[in-house]
């Protein structure tokens, strides 16, 4: 038992020096710590938080949808400049049924999974009802010249009239995203076209979209839910922009560059979406990717809202345009040390029914408590006590060995 003040000191300065280390050991041991059950978690397979928060988002997905509506479609025939003017948002509930057919593939790590599609109208989130009836192009009609050659437009063109179809026509919001019977399509032979059913994402409701192969992450986590393989399409990339804080979670935000929709003479990789020369004069156009070379050579073009970043000679060929980045730029806010997504805003614009999509999801308050109580809180303690501990034991040791120094010092 300690009995003088030498003793006490000695005591002290063994004690905070301990703490100290502690503190110290603390640091390096706590963070692999951390990211080992992390990495644990973060694995695509059965057992994992992130697993279960991926077979069923966590938070609602919310797609939005704009519509261009045309003001003189008349005048257009005759030669006019478009006049549009844009109506939404017109919002739907989608992502919410357990992901379908989940495979694991052991051999490379992967999983392979089918996206339930359905989508259930939102009216609070929604500027009308269904029923809001828009004046667009008519789909059929301005593809009917891709289903047949040249030589047998004359063929469409009586189909057309036979039909009493026009370029221009008027239909619900319901009909133009889920689909409508065409009188034009119900003319023409299933050998051209099967169904007389169209709509810009018919058929959608009770339908699957896959098949996807995501990394499971096992092997690496760097790589857990990377799409590796989509219906042999190529994948977009997004650049970092800001770091910033979201209901108390530090994420990452990465958004669409212009490059992604430049020309092939800015962005080389882009070259596959140049099939036509004239339309895309001499593949110089920037701000739109040609995907008929994907959508069986229907005419639909892909751009951002409103044509941001797109040529100016898009933009003086139509009326009514309003692009800036903070409403029509695409973004993900990711969680760095984990990879899980928080928000997104998927804004895109499909041109030939001249309308816009929008497609949200932001982490709720319930997911964000989980997180930050599964993953933040826990972090945020083990660092506070390997402070805590370092700031104890120089205290102690400092103060206690200089003392004791001294002391020794005087005695002799």
């Not at 905070?16 to 640091?27: E, F, H, R, T, V």
């Not at 058929?203 to 989509?230: E, F, L, Q």
Request: charged letters at 15%.
């Amino acid at each position: 038992m300690c009995c003088n003040a030498t003793c006490w000191l000695t005591a002290g300065s063994i004690i905070g020096a301990l703490l100290a280390i502690l503190g110290g050991i603390l640091i390096p041991v706590g963070d692999i710590i951390i990211k080992g059950e992390i990495d644990k978690q973060a694995v695509l397979e059965e057992g994992t938080l992130a697993y279960e928060n991926w077979i069923v988002p966590g938070s609602p997905v919310f797609r939005q949808f704009w519509f261009f509506h045309v003001l003189n479609p008349a005048d257009i025939m005759n030669g006019s400049k478009p006049k549009l003017q844009q109506r939404g948002p017109y919002t739907y509930r989608v992502r919410y049924s357990p992901k379908h057919n989940v495979t694991q593939n052991y051999n490379n790590n992967t999983v392979t999974f089918f996206q339930p599609n359905e989508a259930i109208f939102e009216s609070s989130m929604s500027i009308g009802p269904e029923e809001d009836e828009y004046t667009v192009l008519n789909l059929a009609v301005a593809a009917a010249a891709t289903l047949v050659s040249e030589d047998v437009h004359w063929l469409m063109n009586r189909w057309i009239k036979q039909s009493n179809a026009s370029l221009f026509q008027s239909r619900s919001v319901k009909e133009i995203l889920w689909g409508y019977e065409d009188a034009f399509l119900q003319l023409v032979p299933n050998i051209i076209y099967r169904g007389n059913m169209t709509g810009v994402f018919y058929p959608y409701n009770g339908t699957y979209d896959g098949p996807y192969v995501v990394y499971n992450g096992k092997k690496d986590i760097s790589k857990v839910n990377m799409i590796t393989r989509y219906q042999k399409q190529r994948s977009i990339f997004a650049d970092f922009q800001k770091e910033y804080t979201l209901k108390g979670i530090t994420l990452y935000r990465f958004v669409l560059p212009k490059r992604a929709f430049a020309s092939p003479h800015v962005n080389p990789d882009n070259q596959c979406f140049c099939t036509d020369t004239v339309v895309s004069y001499n593949c110089s156009l920037e701000g739109l990717l040609d995907l008929r070379g994907c959508q069986g050579g229907k005419p639909i073009f892909l751009t951002l809202p409103h044509f941001l970043f797109a040529t100016s000679y898009i933009l003086d060929t139509l009326e009514g345009l309003s692009p800036n980045i903070e409403e029509h730029e695409t973004y993900v806010d990711v969680e760095p040390i984990t990879g899980f997504t928080m928000h997104f805003a998927k804004r895109l614009q499909v041109n030939v029914m001249f309308n816009r999509t929008e497609q949200t999801a932001v982490i709720g308050e319930d997911s964000a408590n989980l997180f930050k109580s599964s993953v933040t809180t826990p972090m945020t303690v083990l660092k506070a006590m390997q402070i805590l501990f370092l700031c104890l034991g120089c205290i102690l040791f400092v103060p206690c060995s200089i003392t004791l120094c001294v002391r020794r010092c005087r005695g002799k």
